[in-house]
């Protein structure tokens, strides 16, 4: 078994700026993509910014321009490097890790989710 454990939430002023981490631990054989999504009272889930493997980079349209996704192959973490926050980025915020286990067997974790307040 593995787990995704999320650090770095909190509050923060409109225009400030925070630092997620996630980092994976367990019997990992590798991480093929990583996800961070967020959810507002009342909101669906939405998907912030993912990574890939190879390096490659999505992020939702609310965030581009604002939010870097990068990641630490060496150490299993993922980074989301949030500037110029909005009230609107007011959400709990969810690492999700896809990949392969020692037992070659696919997962599927998520973190336990971290509040990110952004007051005017």
């Known amino acids: 078994q593995g787990q995704l454990v999320e650090s770095g939430g909190g509050l923060v002023q409109a225009g400030g700026s925070l630092r997620l981490s996630c980092a994976a631990s367990?019997?990992?054989?590798?991480?093929?993509?990583m996800y961070w999504y967020r959810q507002a009272p009342g909101k669906q889930r939405e998907l912030v910014a993912a990574i890939t493997s190879g390096g490659s980079t999505n992020y939702a349209e609310s965030v581009k321009g604002r939010f870097t996704i990068s990641r630490d192959n060496a150490k299993n973490t993922v980074y989301l490097q949030m500037n110029s926050l909005k009230p609107e980025d007011t959400a709990v915020y969810y690492c999700?890790?896809?990949?392969?286990?020692?037992?070659?067997?696919?997962?599927?974790?998520w973190g336990q989710g971290i509040q990110v307040t952004v007051s005017s």
């Open positions: 367990g019997s990992i054989l590798r991480i093929n993509a």
């Open positions: 999700n890790g896809r990949g392969i286990m020692y037992d070659a067997k696919p997962f599927n974790y």
